[in-house]
């Protein structure tokens, strides 16, 4: 199966691939021997179980086979490297999905309404050492908050929005200079 062909699955894929891990978790659990070997011919028999059920294509089938050992393995490799289990593993996915799920309603968001609400979170957790874009500030070093980028004041300034990032948020960064010694 060609690169191009490989994006091109049936519409059944997940569901087939879903019925084909749930196979092999289940003889898995019932062997309780969890070798690759013993992973190898499981998927190998969930794939003929799949093929005799002929929703998809043979190769599609063996494509999600290879899908499911590549899986598995994984997890076996993480189990056996860490000591971990399937949630510890499945936590880096849960994170990267929490994350997309948080840029996708923010982008549909009305906007005003979410630097409001970000706005008022910071004035109400904020110290006296935070500052925002807009206020006076008079000369110093900030650091913005968001990227750790460094603004320079060299004057009193209003405070602009982080170049690097955007971000309105900075503390000042203060330093104890040497004594000069007289």
Not at 53 to 68: A, F, P, R, V
Not at 78 to 96: H, I, M, P, R, Y
Not at 152 to 180: D, F, I, M, N
Request: glycine share 4%; charged share 30%.
């Amino acid at each position: 199966m060609t690169e191009p062909e490989r994006s091109h699955l049936s519409g059944k894929a997940l569901e087939v691939y879903d019925r084909m891990l749930e196979r092999v978790q289940t003889r898995l659990k019932a062997i309780q021997e969890t070798s690759l070997d013993t992973l190898e011919e499981e998927v190998e028999k969930a794939i003929e179980v799949e093929q005799e059920l002929e929703e998809m294509t043979k190769d599609e089938i063996s494509l999600l086979g290879t899908y499911l050992q590549r899986d598995l393995e994984h997890l076996l490799n993480f189990v056996d490297e860490t000591g971990e289990g399937l949630a510890e593993w499945l936590q880096l996915d849960l994170s990267l999905l929490e994350q997309q799920l948080t840029e996708r309603l923010l982008s549909v968001a009305d906007q005003t309404l979410v630097d409001t609400v970000a706005l008022r979170q910071k004035l109400e957790s904020r110290d006296a050492g935070q500052y925002i874009a807009g206020e006076v500030a008079t000369a110093g070093m900030f650091q913005c908050l968001n990227c750790e980028h460094m603004l320079c004041l060299t004057s009193t300034s209003h405070l602009e929005p982080c170049e690097a990032c955007g971000s309105q948020y900075y503390k000042r960064v203060t330093s104890h200079w040497p004594r000069k010694e007289s």
